[in-house]
Nanobody, 124 residues
Framework: QVQLVESGGGLVQAGGSLRFSCSAS????????MGWFRQAPGKERAFCAV????????YYADSVKGRFTIFRDNSKNTVYLQMNSVTPEDTAVYYC?????????????????WGQGTQVTVSS
């Protein structure tokens, strides 16, 4: 059983940057696809980014492509999300998720383990 704990969310001004992390324990982190999703008030949970375990490939939602970067450090069992050029539309609770071989990687149902979420608020 993989446990995930996010940290590093907070308040940031529009145009700024924020990095947060997700630490895993209790499983084989290096053999899990790791994704970031976000959920804004009144909206469904939406895909942001994923990094695969097999070859480290990354995929991004169009809304964050070019601004967000996902990367992982298997030696630390941690995945990160670097957010740049943020806008108020990025305000949401961000969740990390771990999955094995389910596809598509962009849907929440492909992930088995979830963190508790971290709030990101972007002020204009």
């Amino acid at each position: 059983q993989v446990q995930l704990v996010e940290s590093g969310g907070g308040l940031v001004q529009a145009g700024g940057s924020l990095r947060f992390s997700c630490s895993a324990s209790g499983g084989t982190f290096s053999r899990h696809n790791m994704g970031w999703f976000r959920q804004a008030p009144g909206k469904e949970r939406a895909f942001c980014a994923v990094i695969t375990w097999s070859d480290g490939s990354t995929y991004y939602a169009d809304s964050v492509k070019g601004r967000f970067t996902i990367f992982r450090d298997n030696s630390k069992n941690t995945v990160y999300l670097q957010m740049n050029s943020v806008t108020p539309e990025d305000t949401a609770v961000y969740y990390c998720a771990a999955g094995r071989n389910r596809i598509p990687l962009t849907t929440p149902t492909s992930y088995v383990h979830w963190g508790q979420g971290t709030q990101v608020t972007v002020s204009s």
